[in-house]
């Protein structure tokens, strides 16, 4: 297997900054709404140690890079007092959904540079690899965390919506967190890429139709 050096570092260094940015935000948008839990526990930073889940936020993205698969991942999830929180279940919803909305406002960045620097189109380009990196492994991330499952974004979302009995079963499987997702991710693999491929075409046409390419 040939490995692309300059590929896997951009990778790694994207993963970084990105998850970095996708759990700040949700610890911004909790503050907003009257929680402090994430900036008493040091998590309104930069600091990517404070962010990193060895996993997630490195091995998983760089393996995926690896094999050529869509790259995702994720980051140790932001503490959040929903009972401090401005709007109940409703405010948990929109602290989660920061996060995954953060990946795409930064996929849409490095789509517009890559786009209309020429970046994209110029086969072979250093400055068009880390464009499309950064937009696909940002696209990848969103699409990752929003699926409806504990402890995933997603499931916060399904949590303000769904009936008593629903969420009780969300909360005994919250227990277990990544272990879940680890399961799934090894028995469902086929089924998560094709889930990524098509929600990154469709995030794609939804760029190139704001831009004005139809």
Not at 31 to 47: E, I, P, V
Request: glycine fraction near 12%.
């Amino acid at each position: 297997m040939d490995i692309n050096i300059g590929y896997i570092a951009v990778v790694f260094v994207v993963s970084i900054i990105s998850v970095i940015l996708h759990e700040l935000m949700h610890g911004v948008v909790a503050y907003w709404l009257g929680d402090q839990t994430a900036k008493l526990s040091g998590r309104l930073t930069l600091n990517p140690i404070k962010h990193i889940d060895p996993v997630m936020s490195i091995i998983v993205p760089v393996f995926l890079a690896l094999i050529g698969a869509p790259v995702f991942g994720g980051a140790k999830p932001v503490p959040i007092n929903t009972r401090n929180l401005k709007g109940g279940e409703w405010g948990f919803a929109l602290v989660a959904i920061a996060g995954p909305i953060t990946n795409i406002i930064l996929a849409f960045i490095f789509f517009l540079v890559g786009h209309f620097s020429g970046m994209f189109y110029d086969v072979g380009s250093f400055g068009g690899m880390i464009c499309t990196t950064g937009m696909f492994l940002n696209m990848g991330f969103a699409l990752f965390n929003i699926i409806p499952i504990p402890p995933l974004d997603g499931s916060r979302v399904l949590y303000a919506l769904a009936p008593d009995g629903v969420k009780t079963m969300m909360v005994n499987i919250e227990r277990y967190g990544f272990i879940v997702i680890y399961a799934l991710i090894w028995i469902f693999g086929s089924a998560l890429a094709v889930y990524f491929l098509n929600g990154e075409n469709a995030i794609l046409t939804a760029f190139y139709w704001i831009v004005g390419v139809r």
